[in-house]
């Protein structure tokens, strides 16, 4: 069965959460093959080479913007017949998409944070994301992949879209993050940003829907505390880095490679990650099967993936957050019975069985 695996969001140097998804996807299903013929399609108007993903590519060069406006307003080109013909399209991300009939169409959905909160994106953002939706995509997939039962919940509740075209495939943290590191090797992390002895850590892009805010005005009550902030980019996010150049416990480092991301979390006393609203929370299953102990937000998937390994706050509450890292920064009982916690829940995602869930949806 020859299978087409959208590549688009991995044109990108600097991943994201989307594409280390679809990363990770790519080199396991890879690895499981099954006899299936995969194509990594992509399209960039720069030169682009994504031969290390190992697969036989087809790279077009398109502008994106023209691209996209064909595909969202006339159907074409059809991407399948445009690679060359394939029974399946596999796109890891909402995307614009067009297949011909005969192609089966499987889409992941890792969140609608742009219909829950729109006023968290810029106006470019919520028209993209619009056109999206008005193309039909979700309309047109055979089968639709989501990351959470929350996010299943928001397809059905929010785009009417049936209980039986959605299946939901938990995503999984790497063996990188279970692996013991060694101390000269946590040392050179620490290092290499320049990190405090002790802190707290915030990973994602400075962006509203992560609630940077909502903690860093929670540190106003703990002037005792440090917090880490890794991550790159964002928008609408101005006060936020007003007040970090202001403070002097807060520390961005910037955008963090994969590679030194479990030492970043090995060294915290716990992760902070207060959002508004997550698809599933990537960086709260990093946290567990790194034995960091993690604060999340009570609401979307969030708990769904915590469980009762950390503690679960109000974004909204500025007490309800400050008390919660005051309880993690100074319980070191309760860090390490949740560190305990945390790996045994994380054995729960797997990429392998990511992979092989996303496989099996893809084929039948």
Same mark, same amino acid.
């Given at each position: 069965?020859?299978?087409?695996?959208?590549?688009?969001?991995?044109?990108?140097?600097?991943?994201?959460?989307?594409?280390?998804?679809?990363?990770?996807?790519?080199?396991?299903?890879?690895?499981?093959?099954?006899?299936?013929?995969?194509? !990594?399609? #992509?399209?960039?108007?720069?030169?682009?080479?994504?031969?290390?993903?190992?697969?036989?590519?087809?790279?077009?060069?398109?502008?994106?913007?023209?691209?996209?406006? &064909?595909?969202? &307003?006339?159907?074409?080109?059809? !991407?399948?017949?445009?690679?060359?013909?394939?029974?399946?399209? &596999?796109?890891?991300?909402?995307?614009?998409?067009?297949?011909?009939?005969?192609?089966?169409?499987?889409?992941?959905?890792?969140?609608?944070?742009?219909?829950?909160?729109?006023?968290? &994106?810029?106006?470019?953002?919520?028209?993209?994301?619009? !056109?999206?939706?008005?193309?039909?995509?979700?309309?047109?997939?055979?089968?639709?992949?989501?990351?959470?039962?929350?996010?299943?919940?928001?397809?059905?509740?929010?785009?009417?879209?049936?209980?039986?075209?959605?299946?939901?495939?938990?995503?999984?943290?790497?063996?990188?993050?279970?692996?013991?590191?060694?101390?000269?090797?946590?040392?050179?992390?620490?290092?290499?940003?320049?990190?405090?002895?002790?802190?707290?850590?915030?990973?994602?892009?400075?962006?509203?829907?992560?609630? !940077?805010?909502?903690?860093?005005?929670?540190?106003?009550?703990?002037?005792?505390?440090?917090?880490?902030?890794?991550?790159?980019?964002?928008?609408?996010?101005?006060?936020?880095?007003?007040?970090?150049?202001?403070?002097?416990?807060?520390?961005?480092?910037?955008?963090?490679?994969?590679?030194?991301?479990?030492?970043?979390?090995?060294?915290?006393?716990?992760?902070?990650?207060?959002?508004?609203?997550?698809?599933?929370?990537?960086?709260?299953?990093?946290?567990?099967?790194?034995?960091?102990?993690?604060?999340?937000?009570?609401?979307?998937?969030?708990?769904?993936?915590?469980?009762?390994?950390?503690?679960?706050?109000?974004?909204?509450?500025?007490?309800?957050?400050?008390? #919660?890292?005051?309880?993690?920064?100074?319980?070191?009982?309760?860090?390490?019975?949740?560190?305990?916690?945390?790996?045994?829940?994380?054995?729960?995602?797997?990429?392998?069985?990511?992979?092989?869930?996303?496989?099996?949806?893809?084929?039948?």
């Amino acid at each position: 069965m020859k299978i087409i695996f959208d590549g688009r969001c991995l044109m990108d140097a600097k991943y994201s959460g989307v594409s280390w998804y679809a990363h990770n996807l790519s080199q396991r299903l890879r690895q499981l093959n099954g006899g299936h013929d995969w194509l !990594l399609f #992509a399209n960039s108007s720069k030169p682009a080479d994504l031969s290390d993903l190992g697969y036989p590519t087809k790279i077009f060069h398109y502008p994106n913007k023209l691209l996209n406006l &064909f595909l969202g &307003f006339t159907g074409r080109p059809q !991407l399948d017949k445009l690679c060359g013909g394939a029974a399946a399209f &596999f796109a890891p991300n909402l995307n614009f998409i067009s297949v011909s009939d005969s192609c089966r169409l499987i889409v992941a959905v890792h969140d609608l944070s742009f219909l829950v909160y729109p006023e968290f &994106f810029t106006f470019k953002q919520r028209i993209w994301h619009k !056109l999206i939706l008005t193309s039909g995509v979700l309309n047109r997939a055979d089968l639709i992949i989501a990351d959470s039962e929350n996010t299943k919940r928001d397809l059905i509740d929010l785009l009417r879209l049936p209980a039986e075209k959605i299946r939901v495939v938990y995503l999984g943290a790497g063996e990188e993050y279970r692996q013991e590191i060694p101390p000269e090797e946590l040392e050179a992390i620490k290092e290499r940003y320049d990190l405090p002895e002790k802190f707290l850590l915030f990973v994602s892009s400075p962006e509203p829907r992560k609630n !940077l805010l909502g903690v860093l005005r929670s540190l106003d009550k703990l002037p005792e505390v440090n917090l880490v902030v890794a991550g790159a980019g964002g928008w609408k996010n101005r006060q936020e880095l007003r007040i970090i150049k202001n403070s002097g416990n807060v520390k961005m480092i910037g955008y963090v490679p994969e590679a030194d991301k479990p030492a970043l979390y090995r060294l915290a006393r716990a992760l902070v990650y207060p959002s508004f609203y997550e698809g599933f929370g990537l960086p709260i299953l990093e946290a567990l099967a790194s034995g960091c102990p993690v604060i999340a937000g009570n609401n979307s998937s969030q708990g769904e993936v915590l469980g009762d390994c950390g503690l679960l706050v109000d974004p909204y509450d500025i007490n309800s957050i400050a008390e #919660a890292m005051s309880e993690l920064w100074r319980n070191d009982t309760l860090r390490v019975e949740f560190s305990i916690r945390g790996r045994e829940r994380a054995k729960m995602f797997d990429w392998d069985k990511t992979a092989g869930e996303t496989l099996k949806s893809i084929v039948s």
